[in-house]
């Protein structure tokens, strides 16, 4: 089974630093995606983990331990429009279809 | 505009209606997926195209939830007697392999 586990909100101020936890039990693993998904509008990729450790894209990053079943997506330097929710999706191969399953994503709130 | 593409946006439809949404992939990518998001919630899995091959459903799609990919190429997913319940944004994702997943705009689905 798939059980993948996100804060449901947070809140964060114009400027500061924000961490966006996902924690996961999957049958299998073969990678973590991150999304950003404004509202009204499709998800939009941000990040992928495959390894263990921290990839860095810009004001985001993300970082994986796959030991601990845990991820998290790093907003740095936040602008207003970065209010969104953000989806954290894990990749089981389950038989070859590596289908990605979604968490139910974290709704972040940015305020001046 | 070389994303991914699905009509139409928005279709309120009565109950018991059958309504059919179609979805065209970015060109070349062989893997085509299907999702339903209802407010608040992350994308729910409903069934995995490889090329023309349907491989995988979800035990989330009834009977009547019928998807097609003739000659692997765009997709229509087609919903038969409509209920309240179906009420969501269906969302269409394609990827090249095993690579992130690139999502469409969505078609807003509302029973009346």
């Known amino acids: 089974g798939q059980n993948i586990d996100q804060p449901t909100e947070m809140t964060a101020t114009e400027g500061a630093i924000v961490q966006i936890n996902c924690t996961y039990q999957t049958s299998g693993f073969n990678g973590l995606f991150w999304y950003q998904q404004h509202a009204g509008e499709a998800p939009t990729f941000l990040s992928y983990n495959v390894l263990d450790g921290l990839e860095e894209k810009g004001r985001f990053s993300s970082f994986l331990s796959r030991s601990k079943g845990y991820s998290y997506l790093l907003l740095k330097e936040l602008q207003m429009k970065d209010s969104a929710s953000y989806l954290c999706a894990v990749r089981d191969p389950r038989g070859g279809s590596y289908i990605p399953t979604f968490g139910r994503g974290t709704s972040l709130i940015v305020h001046p | 505009d070389t994303g991914v593409s699905q009509n139409p946006r928005h279709k309120i439809t009565k109950r018991g209606q059958n309504v059919t949404f179609r979805c065209d992939p970015i060109?070349?990518?062989?893997?085509l997926y299907w999702y339903r998001q209802t407010l608040g919630q992350g994308p729910e899995f409903l069934t995995y195209?490889?090329?023309?091959?349907?491989?995988?459903k979800s035990r989330l799609l009834s009977d009547r939830f019928s998807a097609e990919r003739p000659k692997g190429s765009f997709s229509t997913l087609e919903i038969q007697r409509t209920e309240q319940g179906d009420s969501a944004m269906y969302l269409c994702a394609s990827s090249p392999g095993t690579a992130e997943a690139f999502f469409g705009q969505g078609t807003r689905l509302t029973v009346v």
């Open positions: 195209f490889q090329n023309e091959a349907q491989l995988e």
């Open positions: 060109s070349e990518h062989n893997r």
